[in-house]
């Protein structure tokens, strides 16, 4: 029903940028909430980001001051700059989106993209 694509991740120097993008497509009307959420191995897959459909955003602790989330509408697009990347922010990271709600929670997650892989090396 709604399909969503990511792309930017890469590696970079501890200290670095990288951009991530998110492609939605389909059903977009349903999306209100949208999310990033990451990976590393061996952990849990967390929250980094929300953004709701009126702009209020959300952030884990550890990137509080780091990462921005956006989103743009008319593109059917999400972002994520992530700016002092550091190793501990290496991860598989996903786009994920609530159809109804303010994706507080994995529970709350409607669809997920596949995942890019973000490697910061120090």
């Known amino acids: 029903q709604v399909q969503l694509v990511e792309s930017g991740g890469g590696t970079v120097q501890a200290g670095g940028s990288l951009s991530l993008s998110c492609t939605a497509s389909?059903?977009?009307?349903?999306?209100?909430?949208m999310g990033w959420y990451r990976q590393a191995p061996g952990k849990q897959r967390e929250l980094v980001a929300r953004?709701?459909?009126?702009?209020?955003?959300n952030y884990v602790d550890s990137v509080k001051g780091r990462f921005a989330i956006s989103r743009d509408y008319a593109k059917n697009m999400m972002y994520l700059q992530m700016n002092s990347l550091q190793p501990e922010d290496t991860a598989v990271y996903y786009c994920?989106?609530?159809?109804?709600?303010?994706?507080?929670?994995?529970?709350?997650?409607?669809?997920w993209g596949k995942g890019t892989l973000v490697t910061v090396s120090s």
């Open positions: 953004i709701t459909s009126s702009g209020n955003t």
């Open positions: 994920a989106a609530d159809r109804l709600g303010l994706l507080r929670t994995r529970s709350d997650v409607d669809y």
């Open positions: 389909g059903s977009i009307g349903r999306i209100n909430a």
